[in-house]
T-cell receptor, first 113, second 111 residues
Framework: NAGVTQTPKFRILKIGQSMTLQCAQD?????MYWYRQDPGMGLKLIYY???????DKGEVPNGYNVSRSTTEDFPLRLELAAPSQTSVYFC????????????FGPGTRLTVL | GENVEQHPSTLSVQEGDSAVIKCTYS??????FPWYKQELGKGPQLIID?????GEKKDQRIAVTLNKTAKHFSLHITETQPEDSAVYFC??????????FGTGTSLTVIP
C-alpha cells in the first residue's frame, strides 16, 4: 500500500491564483482530513470528510474548498490565493471515527507571493 | 471546542537521558490521546496512544501517562537516542470527527 499520497510536494503561487492540492489514500479509509501547519504551531484542521459525498468545515476553512467524490480522493481547492495561505498542508486519513490512528501524507509546502 | 496546550516548546537532552513532554486539555469529553512524531520534511507518524480508560501505556522506551482528573497527559522517552530528535505533537479527540493538536515540542538529543 502507498498509504496517503499528496501532490505536489512544493508550489509557489502568485496572489489571486488558484490551485488544487491532491490527496489520495489506498487504505479504504472513510475519514479524511486536511490540516495546515504554520511555523511553531500545531496542526489546524481545515476540512474533513466522513465518507464519499460528505464534507464539513474544520477550525480554519475560510479560503478553501473541498470535495469527496470517491473514497480514495480528497482534493483541497484554493480559489484566490493569499499570503496568509502560505503554509505546509497535510492530508490524513483514518479507518473509522476520530479516536483512532490518523495516517498522514508527506505534505505540500505552499508559498503565496 | 477543545484546547490542547503542550510544553515545553523545545527540549534538549543528553543521549541516554530521559525526556518528558506534557500536554493539558480542556474538554472532559476527550477520550483518545495520541502522540505523533514528525521528522524533518515528513508528515506526523503515530508513536503511541492512550484511551481514557487506561492510566498508563508503555511501548519499549516510550510511555504515556494520563490523569483524567487533572486533564493532562505526558510522553516519556527513556534512554534517548539521536534518532529520537524530532518534533513531537500531542492531540486529543472525543470520539467525534476531529482531532485537536498541541503546538509541538522540538526534541534534540545531544550525542
Amino acid at each position: 500500500n502507498a498509504g496517503v499520497t499528496q501532490t505536489p510536494k512544493f508550489r509557489i503561487l502568485k496572489i489571486g491564483q488558484s490551485m488544487t492540492l491532491q490527496c489520495a489514500q489506498d487504505m479504504n479509509h472513510n475519514y479524511m482530513y486536511w490540516y495546515r501547519q504554520d511555523p511553531g504551531m500545531g496542526l489546524k484542521l481545515i476540512y474533513y470528510s466522513v465518507g464519499a459525498g460528505i464534507t464539513d468545515k474544520g477550525e480554519v476553512p475560510n479560503g478553501y474548498n473541498v470535495s469527496r467524490s470517491t473514497t480514495e480522493d480528497f482534493p483541497l481547492r484554493l480559489e484566490l490565493a493569499a499570503p496568509s495561505q502560505t503554509s505546509v498542508y497535510f492530508c490524513a486519513s483514518t479507518r473509522i471515527a476520530g479516536n483512532n490512528e490518523q495516517f498522514f501524507g508527506p505534505g505540500t509546502r505552499l508559498t503565496v507571493l | 471546542g477543545e484546547n490542547v496546550e503542550q510544553h515545553p516548546s523545545t527540549l534538549s537532552v543528553q543521549e541516554g537521558d530521559s525526556a518528558v513532554i506534557k500536554c493539558t486539555y480542556s474538554d472532559s469529553a476527550s477520550n483518545y490521546f495520541p502522540w505523533y512524531k514528525q521528522e524533518l520534511g515528513k508528515g506526523p507518524q503515530l508513536i503511541i496512544d492512550i484511551r481514557s480508560n487506561v492510566g498508563e501505556k508503555k511501548d519499549q522506551r516510550i510511555a504515556v501517562t494520563l490523569n483524567k482528573t487533572a486533564k493532562h497527559f505526558s510522553l516519556h522517552i527513556t534512554e534517548t537516542q539521536p534518532e529520537d530528535s524530532a518534533v513531537y505533537f500531542c492531540a486529543a479527540s472525543d470520539s467525534g470527527n476531529q482531532f485537536y493538536f498541541g503546538t509541538g515540542t522540538s526534541l534534540t538529543v545531544i550525542p
